[in-house]
C-alpha cells in the first residue's frame, strides 16, 4: 500500500493541472520473422481527469499497441519498447518495477476489451469474476465480494442483479458482456479507463445504450479516458480531442470540434470524406487510393505519401514533424497550410 | 405492390398503361413514357410471405420438437431490375436467413421467392441450376469465403466448371484475367492465392467470382463491415461501377446504416424475422414512421461533434428479445415506447398506415405499426 500512497503523494504544486496521464516519444516494435514490425514510432498524447481522448486509426496503425503500452500488458518479447516515456500521475510507469505497476493496473487504470466474450471465462460465474477485483486487491471475503459485485451490476444497470450474479457469461447477451466487462473495469475506481473498441461487436442500438453509461461513469466518477476506435461517428459523440493514427504515428491531433470542421492532414481529410453519411445521400464516395503500409516496410518520410493526393518529393524523403497550428492542434503534414486552406 | 401474390405479366402491365393512352398527342406521349417506365419496373425477384423456422430438438435417440426459432417469418418484397435493395436490421433479426433463402441455400418453411415468374423454392437438380446462374452471392468475411488452397485463378474459374456454356475450355483463362481486371485487380496476380492479398482485394476476389456468370442479381451479405473504413470506400464504389456497367440488381445486406443510405434505392428494415418499415431512401431515413426505424436512426452516430448537442436519442431499454418465443402482437412493442395494449393483441401489418393512405407525403410507404407516425430523427440536411 505505500507505494500507491507515494503516488499520490508525490506530484508537483501544480499537480491538479497536469494531466493525468502523458506519453511521450513512445516507441513499441516486434520482433517477427519478417524483420522488426514499427507498430508505434513516436507517439505523444496526454489525457486529463474527467477528459475524453480519442484515438483514431484503421487496423494496423498502432492505436491498441500504443493503449496496450499504457496498460502495461504487451507480451514481450516478442514486443520492445526502445523509447519513451508514459507519465501517470507524475511517474514514469515504464522505469517502475512490475510489481509497483501491478498495483497501478487495474486500481488506478483499467481497460475494456472490445470481445467481451472472450475476455470474460467461460466457467466462472459474472459474480465471481466481478467479485475476484475486490478478493484480489481488498481481500474482502467472497461473501462481502459476492455483495459489492451485485451492486456493481446494479450501477451498470444489469436488470435483477441479485438473481443473474450466478448466471455465466453464456447467459447474457452482447450488450450486457459489455456493461459486465464496464462494472469489472470501475470496481476500484480508477482514474483512467482505457476502452479499446468497446462497442464495435455490438448492434446500433445496444451500442448507443453502452456509450451513454460509459460517458454517465466516466462524469460521474471523474476519469480520464482514452477511446481507441476506428468509428469517426462513435468519436464525434463522445470525445473532447482527437489524436488521429497512421502507421504508427500519431499524424493529427485536436480538440474534436476543430478536426470535423477543418481537418489538417489529408489522411483526416480523407477518411472523412471517405465515409457514407446517414443524414445525406451522397455522390461517389472519395476513396483514398492503395492500402495502409506494412508495418516491416514502412515508406520513407511521411507514411502517408503514397496514398497522398498532395505528396511533393519533400514528402518521400522527410518525416514531418508534428507543425502546431493555432493553439492546441497539431499537423503531421508538411503542407497542413494548404489542407486546411482548401 | 405487395399486395399481389402472383407475378404480373410484363405484357399485361404495359397493355393497361397503353389502354388508357388514347386521346391527344401529348398524353399520348406521357403514356408512353408512364408504360416504358411501367414494363421497366417488373420486379426482376418477387418474395411472398417467405418463412424459415428453425426447429428446436430434444432428446438424443427419439428427437422431439420442442419449439421453433423463428429466424424469418413472413417477409415480402420486390426486387426491380438495375436497383438496390438494403435490408437493414440488428443482428439476429433474420437477414442473413433471407439472402440464404433467395438462394434457396436453405429450404424455406412456408412462401415463395418468384425469379421471373418462376417459384425457385420448388425447383432443383438442373432448373435450379439455371436459376443460381443469375442469382449470385458476395459473402461478409472475405478471410473465410476463399479456399486457401486454391489460386485466384481457380477460385474465380470455379463457376465455370459447374457451367462451362458460359466460358467454352479454352477462354477460361483470359475471362478471369478480365475479370480481375474489371474489379481493379492486376491480371498477373492469376497465380496467387488468397494470403498474398489484403482484405479489400480479397473481397474484389469475392465480387469477381459473383461476376463471373454474368448473373442479374447480386445478393451481398455484409460485404464491406470487415474492411477499414478507407477500404471500404473502394470496395463500395467498385460495386457501384459494376452495377451501372452490368445493370446488376443488388440485394444489399448490412447493418451499417449510414452505407446502406449510401447504396440503396430502397430500403427494408428488419425486426425479429419481420419486416417494420420498407421505403425509398429518403422515405426511410428522412421520413421514418416505425419506431423501431426511429430508434435505429438516432442511435446511429454521425461523424459531426456539433450535431450532438440537438440530435434527439431514442435509447432503447433491453435487449432483442428471443426469436424462438417472440412477443405477441407486434414484436417490436416490448421495447417500444408507444406500445398500448392493442399492440400485444392484434399484430400489425406491413402496409401504407390509413392516416398517410390519402395524403401525398414521403411518409406514404409501407409500415408495420398501428401508431404510425413521422419523425424526423436524423436531422436531415
Same mark, same amino acid.
Given at each position: 500500500?505505500?507505494?500507491?500512497?507515494?503516488?499520490?503523494?508525490?506530484?508537483?504544486?501544480?499537480?491538479?493541472?497536469?494531466?493525468?496521464?502523458?506519453?511521450?516519444?513512445?516507441?513499441?516494435?516486434?520482433?517477427?520473422?519478417?524483420?522488426?514490425?514499427?507498430?508505434?514510432?513516436?507517439?505523444?498524447?496526454?489525457?486529463?481527469?474527467?477528459?475524453?481522448?480519442?484515438?483514431?486509426?484503421?487496423?494496423?496503425?498502432?492505436?491498441?499497441?500504443?493503449?496496450?503500452?499504457?496498460?502495461?500488458?504487451?507480451?514481450?518479447?516478442?514486443?520492445?519498447?526502445?523509447?519513451?516515456?508514459?507519465?501517470?500521475?507524475?511517474?514514469?510507469?515504464?522505469?517502475?518495477?512490475?510489481?509497483?505497476?501491478?498495483?497501478?493496473?487495474?486500481?488506478?487504470?483499467?481497460?475494456?476489451?472490445?470481445?467481451?466474450?472472450?475476455?470474460?471465462?467461460?466457467?466462472?460465474?459474472?459474480?465471481?469474476?466481478?467479485?475476484?477485483?475486490?478478493?484480489?486487491?481488498?481481500?474482502?471475503?467472497?461473501?462481502?465480494?459476492?455483495?459489492?459485485?451485485?451492486?456493481?451490476?446494479?450501477?451498470?444497470?444489469?436488470?435483477?442483479?441479485?438473481?443473474?450474479?450466478?448466471?455465466?457469461?453464456?447467459?447474457?447477451?452482447?450488450?450486457?458482456?459489455?456493461?459486465?466487462?464496464?462494472?469489472?473495469?470501475?470496481?476500484?475506481?480508477?482514474?483512467?479507463?482505457?476502452?479499446?473498441?468497446?462497442?464495435?461487436?455490438?448492434?446500433?442500438?445496444?451500442?448507443?445504450?453502452?456509450?451513454?453509461?460509459?460517458?454517465?461513469?466516466?462524469?460521474?466518477?471523474?476519469?480520464?479516458?482514452?477511446?481507441?476506435?476506428?468509428?469517426?461517428?462513435?468519436?464525434?459523440?463522445?470525445?473532447?480531442?482527437?489524436?488521429?493514427?497512421?502507421?504508427?504515428?500519431?499524424?493529427?491531433?485536436?480538440?474534436?470540434?476543430?478536426?470535423?470542421?477543418?481537418?489538417?492532414?489529408?489522411?483526416?481529410?480523407?477518411?472523412?470524406?471517405?465515409?457514407?453519411?446517414?443524414?445525406?445521400?451522397?455522390?461517389?464516395?472519395?476513396?483514398?487510393?492503395?492500402?495502409?503500409?506494412?508495418?516491416?516496410?514502412?515508406?520513407?518520410?511521411?507514411?502517408?505519401?503514397?496514398?497522398?493526393?498532395?505528396?511533393?518529393?519533400?514528402?518521400?524523403?522527410?518525416?514531418?514533424?508534428?507543425?502546431?497550428?493555432?493553439?492546441?492542434?497539431?499537423?503531421?503534414?508538411?503542407?497542413?497550410?494548404?489542407?486546411?486552406?482548401? | 405492390?405487395?399486395?399481389?401474390?402472383?407475378?404480373?405479366?410484363?405484357?399485361?402491365?404495359?397493355?393497361?398503361?397503353?389502354?388508357?393512352?388514347?386521346?391527344?398527342?401529348?398524353?399520348?406521349?406521357?403514356?408512353?413514357?408512364?408504360?416504358?417506365?411501367?414494363?421497366?419496373?417488373?420486379?426482376?425477384?418477387?418474395?411472398?410471405?417467405?418463412?424459415?423456422?428453425?426447429?428446436?430438438?430434444?432428446?438424443?435417440?427419439?428427437?422431439?420438437?420442442?419449439?421453433?426459432?423463428?429466424?424469418?417469418?413472413?417477409?415480402?418484397?420486390?426486387?426491380?431490375?438495375?436497383?438496390?435493395?438494403?435490408?437493414?436490421?440488428?443482428?439476429?433479426?433474420?437477414?442473413?436467413?433471407?439472402?440464404?433463402?433467395?438462394?434457396?441455400?436453405?429450404?424455406?418453411?412456408?412462401?415463395?421467392?418468384?425469379?421471373?415468374?418462376?417459384?425457385?423454392?420448388? #425447383?432443383?437438380?438442373? !432448373?435450379?441450376?439455371?436459376?443460381?446462374?443469375? *442469382?449470385?452471392?458476395?459473402?461478409?468475411? &472475405? %478471410? +473465410?469465403?476463399?479456399?486457401?488452397?486454391?489460386?485466384?485463378?481457380?477460385?474465380?474459374?470455379?463457376?465455370?466448371?459447374?457451367?462451362?456454356?458460359?466460358?467454352?475450355?479454352?477462354?477460361?483463362?483470359?475471362?478471369?484475367?478480365?475479370?480481375?481486371?474489371?474489379?481493379?485487380?492486376?491480371?498477373?496476380?492469376?497465380?496467387?492465392?488468397?494470403?498474398?492479398?489484403?482484405?479489400?482485394?480479397?473481397?474484389?476476389?469475392?465480387?469477381?467470382?459473383?461476376?463471373?456468370?454474368?448473373?442479374?442479381?447480386?445478393?451481398?451479405?455484409?460485404?464491406?463491415?470487415?474492411?477499414?473504413?478507407?477500404?471500404?470506400?473502394?470496395?463500395?464504389?467498385?460495386?457501384?461501377?459494376?452495377?451501372?456497367?452490368?445493370?446488376?440488381?443488388?440485394?444489399?445486406?448490412?447493418?451499417?446504416?449510414?452505407?446502406?443510405?449510401?447504396?440503396?434505392?430502397?430500403?427494408?428494415?428488419?425486426? #425479429?424475422?419481420?419486416? !417494420?418499415?420498407?421505403?425509398?431512401?429518403?422515405? *426511410?431515413?428522412?421520413?421514418?414512421?416505425? &419506431? %423501431? +426505424?426511429?430508434?435505429?436512426?438516432?442511435?446511429?452516430?454521425?461523424?459531426?461533434?456539433?450535431?450532438?448537442?440537438?440530435?434527439?436519442?431514442?435509447?432503447?431499454?433491453?435487449?432483442?428479445?428471443?426469436?424462438?418465443?417472440?412477443?405477441?402482437?407486434?414484436?417490436?412493442?416490448?421495447?417500444?415506447?408507444?406500445?398500448?395494449?392493442?399492440?400485444?393483441?392484434?399484430?400489425?401489418?406491413?402496409?401504407?398506415?390509413?392516416?398517410?393512405?390519402?395524403?401525398?407525403?414521403?411518409?406514404?410507404?409501407?409500415?408495420?405499426?398501428?401508431?404510425?407516425?413521422?419523425?424526423?430523427?436524423?436531422?436531415?440536411?
Amino acid at each position: 500500500m505505500t507505494v500507491i500512497d507515494d503516488i499520490s503523494d508525490v506530484p508537483t504544486p501544480d499537480a491538479s493541472l497536469a494531466p493525468l496521464l502523458e506519453v511521450r516519444d513512445l516507441h513499441v516494435e516486434f520482433h517477427t520473422r519478417d524483420g522488426v514490425a514499427k507498430a508505434v514510432n513516436g507517439v505523444n498524447y496526454s489525457v486529463s481527469a474527467g477528459e475524453t481522448l480519442a484515438v483514431l486509426g484503421e487496423s494496423g496503425s498502432g492505436k491498441s499497441v500504443s493503449a496496450q503500452a499504457v496498460m502495461g500488458i504487451l507480451d514481450m518479447p516478442p514486443a520492445r519498447i526502445p523509447k519513451g516515456e508514459i507519465f501517470f500521475q507524475g511517474r514514469d510507469m515504464l522505469k517502475m518495477s512490475g510489481e509497483e505497476r501491478r498495483k497501478i493496473r487495474g486500481r488506478k487504470i483499467a481497460m475494456i476489451f472490445q470481445d467481451a466474450l472472450s475476455s470474460l471465462n467461460p466457467v466462472l460465474s459474472v459474480g465471481y469474476q466481478l467479485g475476484e477485483m475486490y478478493r484480489v486487491h481488498q481481500g474482502l471475503s467472497r461473501k462481502d465480494a459476492k455483495a459489492k459485485a451485485i451492486e456493481l451490476m446494479d450501477r451498470v444497470r444489469i436488470p435483477a442483479a441479485r438473481e443473474r450474479v450466478g448466471d455465466y457469461p453464456h447467459q447474457f447477451s452482447g450488450g450486457m458482456r459489455q456493461r459486465i466487462m464496464i462494472a469489472m473495469a470501475l470496481a476500484l475506481e480508477p482514474d483512467l479507463i482505457i476502452a479499446d473498441e468497446p462497442t464495435t461487436a455490438l448492434d446500433v442500438t445496444v451500442q448507443a445504450q453502452v456509450m451513454e453509461l460509459l460517458a454517465e461513469l466516466q462524469r460521474e466518477y471523474n476519469m480520464g479516458l482514452i477511446l481507441i476506435t476506428h468509428d469517426l461517428g462513435v468519436v464525434a459523440d463522445v470525445a473532447d480531442k482527437i489524436a488521429v493514427m497512421y502507421a504508427g504515428r500519431i499524424v493529427e491531433d485536436a480538440p474534436v470540434h476543430d478536426i470535423y470542421a477543418k481537418p489538417a492532414h489529408p489522411y483526416t481529410k480523407g477518411l472523412l470524406q471517405s465515409i457514407p453519411r446517414l443524414d445525406q445521400k451522397g455522390q461517389e464516395l472519395y476513396a483514398i487510393k492503395g492500402l495502409p503500409p506494412n508495418l516491416t516496410r514502412i515508406p520513407s518520410g511521411c507514411a502517408f505519401n503514397p496514398r497522398c493526393p498532395m505528396a511533393q518529393d519533400i514528402c518521400r524523403t522527410d518525416v514531418p514533424p508534428l507543425h502546431p497550428v493555432g493553439t492546441a492542434r497539431g499537423s503531421a503534414c508538411h503542407f497542413w497550410k494548404e489542407t486546411l486552406g482548401e | 405492390m405487395s399486395d399481389t401474390t402472383l407475378p404480373k405479366d410484363p405484357e399485361d402491365a404495359a397493355a393497361t398503361a397503353a389502354e388508357a393512352a388514347v386521346p391527344d398527342a401529348a398524353t399520348a406521349l406521357v403514356a408512353e413514357a408512364a408504360a416504358a417506365q411501367l414494363a421497366d419496373r417488373e420486379p426482376i425477384l418477387q418474395v411472398r410471405n417467405l418463412v424459415k423456422h428453425f426447429p428446436l430438438t430434444q432428446g438424443i435417440i427419439v428427437k422431439r420438437q420442442i419449439g421453433a426459432v423463428k429466424a424469418v417469418d413472413g417477409v415480402s418484397f420486390d426486387l426491380y431490375a438495375g436497383e438496390t435493395l438494403g435490408i437493414v436490421g440488428e443482428s439476429g433479426c433474420g437477414k442473413s436467413t433471407v439472402a440464404k433463402l433467395l438462394m434457396n441455400l436453405e429450404q424455406v418453411t412456408a412462401g415463395e421467392v418468384f425469379y421471373k415468374g418462376q417459384d425457385i423454392t420448388k #425447383l432443383s437438380g438442373r !432448373a435450379l441450376k439455371a436459376v443460381r446462374r443469375n *442469382i449470385q452471392m458476395v459473402f461478409q468475411d &472475405p %478471410y +473465410t469465403s476463399l479456399n486457401p488452397r486454391m489460386t485466384v485463378g481457380d477460385i474465380i474459374g470455379e463457376p465455370f466448371d459447374i457451367h462451362p456454356e458460359v466460358a467454352p475450355k479454352g477462354d477460361r483463362r483470359k475471362r478471369v484475367e478480365e475479370l480481375l481486371d474489371v474489379v481493379g485487380l492486376n491480371p498477373e496476380y492469376i497465380n496467387r492465392y488468397p494470403h498474398q492479398f489484403s482484405g479489400g482485394q480479397r473481397q474484389r476476389i469475392g465480387i469477381a467470382r459473383g461476376l463471373a456468370l454474368n448473373p442479374e442479381i447480386i445478393i451481398c451479405d455484409e460485404p464491406v463491415s470487415a474492411l477499414d473504413v478507407s477500404v471500404q470506400a473502394q470496395v463500395i464504389n467498385l460495386m457501384e461501377k459494376l452495377q451501372d456497367e452490368f445493370n446488376l440488381s443488388y440485394i444489399f445486406i448490412a447493418h451499417d446504416l449510414s452505407i446502406v443510405r449510401h447504396i440503396s434505392d430502397r430500403v427494408g428494415v428488419m425486426y #425479429l424475422g419481420k419486416i !417494420a418499415e420498407i421505403g425509398s431512401d429518403a422515405e *426511410i431515413y428522412e421520413h421514418p414512421t416505425h &419506431p %423501431y +426505424t426511429q430508434a435505429l436512426l438516432s442511435a446511429v452516430p454521425v461523424p459531426d461533434p456539433e450535431a450532438r448537442e440537438h440530435r434527439e436519442r431514442i435509447i432503447l431499454s433491453g435487449d432483442v428479445p428471443s426469436p424462438a418465443n417472440p412477443p405477441s402482437g407486434c414484436r417490436f412493442r416490448t421495447r417500444c415506447w408507444k406500445a398500448e395494449d392493442r399492440c400485444a393483441l392484434e399484430e400489425p401489418l406491413l402496409a401504407i398506415p390509413t392516416r398517410f393512405a390519402n395524403v401525398d407525403t414521403p411518409a406514404k410507404h409501407e409500415s408495420a405499426c398501428h401508431f404510425a407516425e413521422e419523425k424526423d430523427v436524423v436531422g436531415a440536411a
